[in-house]
């Protein structure tokens, strides 16, 4: 497993633009498949986006097709999600995650919260 640590999080307007960053440790990063996910209280975590690991293949959750964009750089132990256009129910906690099997993420960070005020 390898340890990963958001950062990024905080409060903006409607309409604006946040980015999120996670690194990563250890040395197997560019192996893993990345993802991000968010959780808002009293609900199920919610998947966002992922990347794979060697980055061709990028999907994202309907909900922020065309706003939000994932990328990774392996050379550096990072992702990323580019956030924009953000709507008040974009309101979340921000999750990282990475996984050996695409799709199955075990290594989680410990989220970062995003407020989108109206």
């Known amino acids: 497993q390898v340890q990963l640590i958001e950062s990024g999080g905080g409060l903006v307007q409607a309409g604006g633009s946040l980015r999120l960053s996670c690194a990563v440790s250890?040395?197997?990063?560019?192996?893993?498949?990345m993802a991000w996910f968010r959780q808002v209280p009293g609900k199920e975590r919610e998947f966002v986006a992922a990347k794979s690991s060697g980055g061709g293949v990028t999907t994202y959750a309907d909900s922020v097709k065309g706003r939000f964009t994932i990328s990774r750089d392996n050379g550096k132990n990072t992702v990323a999600l580019q956030m924009n256009s953000l709507k008040p129910e974009d309101t979340a906690v921000y999750f990282c995650?990475?996984?050996?099997?695409?799709?199955?993420?075990?290594?989680w960070g410990q989220g970062t919260q995003v407020t989108v005020s109206s």
């Open positions: 995650a990475a996984g050996s099997s695409w799709g199955r993420y075990d290594s």
């Open positions: 250890g040395r197997t990063f560019s192996r893993y498949h």
